[in-house]
């Protein structure tokens, strides 16, 4: 079952802030997050382990909630290098990999 | 960047022919992942390696073959190609880490393959 995000889309004005969610009906034991760029192949941002641990990248953090099996993306003082398309990333079994949805951001000068 | 390459890059090819896609890695990463992306369906995972000869399918993995003999190839073959196949293709490998079973995963640039 794929991990849905929220929200789809997202427009920003440079140095605002937003928050990308990641909901998964299956328990998570580790959550990765990935930004592709359009024409691009997805980058790999962070992981997220179990017990709420933050990570941090530049301006954008990161946090994971494995009771309520979420974790969460947070673009501080968004950037026009921000925009892309934002996936969170997750194993399904041993070595099966699965991503979620995907979120549109979009950093307007 | 991690290496890992991918070949052919872009590719026409007719409906019913068979298609290899090519994805060579130099990090002597254990698992391999073949993706196919779409618009409106982000990337879903056709098959995926564990081991030399160790593979297993994803969840969109028919009318799609892999192979792997080699630590740093897998193939991904399209048996009879069909324009619902026109996508996107991504290889990605993922390194072994320790008991905690981390796999964050590293792309290569894609192959966009058009079926006429």
């Known amino acids: 079952q794929q991990p849905v995000q929220s929200p789809q889309a997202v427009i920003l004005r440079e140095g605002e802030d937003a928050v990308i969610n990641c909901s998964s009906s299956?328990?998570?034991?580790?959550v990765h997050w990935y930004r592709q760029k359009h024409g691009e192949a997805p980058v790999f941002l962070m992981i997220?382990?179990?017990?709420?641990e933050q990570k941090g990248h530049e301006k954008i953090s990161a946090s994971f909630n494995e009771k309520k099996q979420q974790s969460s993306l947070y673009l501080t003082a968004s950037q026009l290098s921000y925009s892309g398309t934002y996936f969170c990333?997750?194993?399904?079994?041993?070595?099966?990999?699965?991503f979620g949805t995907g979120t549109r951001l979009k950093v307007l000068a | 960047d991690a290496g890992i390459t991918q070949s052919p890059r872009h590719k026409v090819t007719e409906t019913g022919t068979p298609v290899t896609l090519r994805c060579h890695q130099t990090?002597?990463?254990?698992?391999m992942y073949w993706y196919r992306q779409d618009p409106g369906h982000g990337l879903r995972l056709i098959h995926y390696?564990?081991?030399?000869?160790?593979?297993d399918k994803g969840e969109v993995s028919d009318g799609y073959s892999v192979s792997r003999s080699k630590t740093e190839d897998f193939l991904l073959t399209l048996e009879s190609a069909t324009s619902s196949q026109t996508s996107v293709y991504f290889c990605?490998?993922?390194?072994?880490?320790?008991?905690?079973?981390?796999?964050?995963?590293?792309f290569g640039p894609g192959t966009r393959l058009t079926v006429t």
């Open positions: 990605a490998i993922s390194p072994e880490r320790l008991a905690g079973v981390i796999y964050e995963q590293y």
């Open positions: 299956k328990a998570l034991y580790s």
């Open positions: 997220l382990l179990k017990g709420g």
């Open positions: 990333g997750t194993l399904t079994g041993t070595y099966k990999y699965i």
């Open positions: 990090e002597n990463h254990r698992y």
């Open positions: 390696s564990y081991g030399v000869k160790d593979t």
